[in-house]
């Protein structure tokens, strides 16, 4: 590996492409880390025409780029134009992180999955046995399936409005552990240990058809999504009494850690950062 503190060379340089990118927080979010680890590196935000994704990434690492995240249109583009992928990424059908190799050739890796995992584990939830409602069956999913059913849940049920895109997610990886499938209509009337939205709907401020059965207060819930304040969903569940609610603030941080350690070799602290990013998100900063 290069030396972090060789000054008379040019720092590395990494970025984030997606569409839009003008809101993303990864530059700062690796920027933090690199301070705290003393890794010189530079990070970008790269705003990436629709369609352009495999030109955009053959210019950076021509241009001597060492690594990538990807997001929001383009990770399952990415999937496609990576020459290797890790078994989690190749699962995910998703790559959101590239590491641009010596030898010229580029690695895709999803880091979404153990970064939501990683930060239940920081917030202290254990998933072994517990029962799991997964909502949505969608890329986001996608990416988290494998890792959630890895820490060995009673069982997880993927529920979806439309049934038949969840029976298809869900025939991937009935082989890995107990995974049902439902409707919203024909949810069971028995209430869920951990509750995790993988749908779009907070993007919209909407919220998914979910029966008040589901929950008790004893029920953790989990957004993927985060805002300001908690999402729609999240209000749900507090106005039913749940004790305890996560938006994916946590998720966020914890996937750029996994992919700053696979870049750099180096494992930042991720907690001191979620601090900072949920202070500019309350007050506006
Ligand atoms: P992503 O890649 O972010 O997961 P996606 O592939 O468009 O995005 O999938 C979005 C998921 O959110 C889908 O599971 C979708 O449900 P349908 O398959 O039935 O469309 C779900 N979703 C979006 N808006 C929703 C809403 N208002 N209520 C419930 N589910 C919603």
């Given at each position: ?16 492409m ?10 700062q979010i ?28 053959g ?25 290797k ?11 959101n992180?590239?590491?641009f ?17 990683r930060?239940?584990?920081?917030n202290?939830?254990?998933?072994k ?12 999913v ?19 409005r ?47 058809p ?40 946590g ?7 996994e ?26 900063k």
């Amino acid at each position: 590996m290069t030396d972090p503190f060789d000054f008379d060379r040019p720092a590395d340089a990494y970025g984030v492409m997606g569409n839009p990118i003008g809101h993303s927080k990864s530059p700062q979010i690796h920027s933090l880390f690199a301070r705290q680890t003393g890794q010189r590196i530079v990070y970008d935000a790269i705003l990436v025409d629709h369609g352009g994704l495999a030109q955009a990434c053959g210019n950076f690492q021509a241009a001597g780029g060492k690594g990538l995240n990807i997001t929001v249109p383009f990770k399952q583009d990415a999937w496609r134009w990576v020459d290797k992928r890790s078994e989690r990424a190749q699962m995910a059908g998703a790559v959101n992180t590239i590491r641009f190799e010596a030898d010229g050739s580029s690695y895709g890796d999803n880091t979404d999955g153990v970064g939501l995992i990683r930060d239940l584990q920081a917030n202290g939830i254990e998933l072994k046995g517990r029962r799991i409602l997964l909502m949505g069956a969608g890329g986001a999913v996608r990416g988290v399936l494998q890792p959630l059913l890895q820490q060995f849940p009673l069982e997880i049920l993927l529920v979806n409005r439309t049934l038949d895109k969840a029976q298809h997610l869900a025939a991937d990886f009935t082989n890995l552990g107990q995974l049902r499938v439902s409707s919203y209509q024909d949810l069971p009337a028995q209430s869920f240990d951990v509750i995790i939205n993988g749908t779009a709907a907070s993007l919209q401020g909407d919220l998914p058809p979910l029966p008040d059965k589901v929950i008790s207060s004893d029920s953790i819930c989990y957004d993927m999504m985060y805002g300001p304040g908690p999402t729609q969903f999240l209000q749900w569940c507090q106005a039913r009494g749940a004790q305890r609610y996560l938006d994916g603030l946590g998720m966020l941080v914890e996937q750029a850690a996994e992919s700053f350690f696979l870049w750099r070799g180096v494992r930042p602290e991720t907690r001191s950062v979620v601090q900072t990013l949920r202070e500019q998100l309350l007050f506006g900063k």
